[in-house]
């Protein structure tokens, strides 16, 4: 039996306009949802961004070489650094010295030190550039850590006294010096350096039987004799100068400076020829060493006004002697 359909009653038509509207927006909603939405440019340019980008890699990074104990991985000498791969420092500072270009090679010889500090033939390498690019503060600890690793050699120790001499730490180059004979009590410089460093304090007690063992082991030793003459002559004791420094003049001829101090030896036992001699071959030497030029003018003019020269009890002569910048 077929049911018959009741019409909608038309004064129910305006209350359900509202709800038939709801209902077709929100099956037209649901309709879009289903299909696949279309990309906006800001969406295709982060997706461009993302596949052209290279691939990130985890590569291994070089782990910092074990050093020995007490000394950190970078210090007052080495430059702490990272590579992927080994790369030899030292062979890349003689290329850059030969270059030279000492800063740069300097540079790498720390990067060599950071990777093996022990190695000597770094540690020489940096102490040499040290002092040709004026830094031997790094040269001092250079030669400092070669003494540690090789305990029974007095020569770092020499030459870390000598660099100590230079920036005026007198006392420190006087410790190094004789824990340098410690190593070696024959060693004639060790006595050399312990001797300039008391000198240049002006510590002659100290200075003069220092440097009078080192002309007794090394007799020949040219800078020794005119320290040791130098000596002599701030004692006023003028003869044994002039025998010393006669003896340094010889050996060192020269040396403008070692013939001003003999000058000045002769000058005050009043030995004028000779001492014009010695001031003359100072001054041929080096044209413009003030010391000896003032030295010899004023013996010449007393030559000329026929003046006896002073005799050694007569006080000392103005003659002005000159520090030793030798080894």
Do not use: W
């Not at 304090?201 to 020794?224: D, I």
């Not at 071959?281 to 413009?288: E, G, V």
């Amino acid at each position: 039996m077929k049911t018959k359909a009741r019409a909608l009653h038309p004064h129910l038509l305006p209350a359900l306009l509202p709800i038939l509207a709801v209902l077709g927006i929100a099956g037209y909603e649901g309709l879009l949802a289903l299909r696949p939405s279309r990309p906006t440019s800001s969406d295709m340019a982060a997706a461009k961004a993302v596949t052209s980008a290279p691939p990130s890699l985890s590569l291994p990074v070089e782990s910092t070489p074990a050093t020995e104990e007490g000394l950190p991985p970078s210090d007052e000498l080495s430059l702490a650094h990272e590579h992927l791969s080994r790369i030899n420092h030292l062979a890349r500072a003689r290329t850059l010295g030969e270059l030279g270009d000492f800063a740069g090679a300097l540079t790498e010889c720390r990067r060599a030190l950071h990777d093996t500090p022990e190695d000597e033939e770094t540690l020489r390498a940096l102490a040499r550039l040290a002092q040709l690019t004026e830094q031997p503060e790094l040269a001092v600890h250079a030669f400092e850590r070669l003494g540690r690793l090789r305990p029974d050699d007095a020569s770092p120790l020499v030459q870390q006294a000598r660099l100590l001499i230079t920036l005026g730490r007198y006392a420190d180059a006087a410790r190094a010096g004789e824990a340098a004979l410690l190593r070696d009590s024959e060693e004639p410089e060790a006595y050399h350096v312990i001797g300039r460093a008391h000198l240049a304090a002006g510590n002659l007690p100290e200075a003069l039987p220092r440097l009078e063992q080192a002309v007794h082991l090394a007799p020949e030793h040219g800078h020794a004799l005119n320290n040791l003459g130098l000596a002599y002559l701030r004692s006023s004791q003028d003869a044994k100068a002039a025998e010393v420094l006669a003896r340094a003049a010889a050996r060192l001829p020269h040396v403008a400076y070692v013939h001003n101090n003999l000058g000045v030896a002769y000058e005050r036992l009043g030995r004028a020829e000779e001492a014009q001699a010695a001031y003359a071959a100072a001054t041929r030497l080096s044209p413009r060493y003030v010391k000896a030029r003032l030295n010899g003018d004023r013996v010449n003019k007393v030559a000329r006004l026929d003046v006896p020269p002073p005799g050694p009890r007569d006080g000392l002569a103005p003659g002005q002697p000159s520090e030793d910048t030798g080894p």
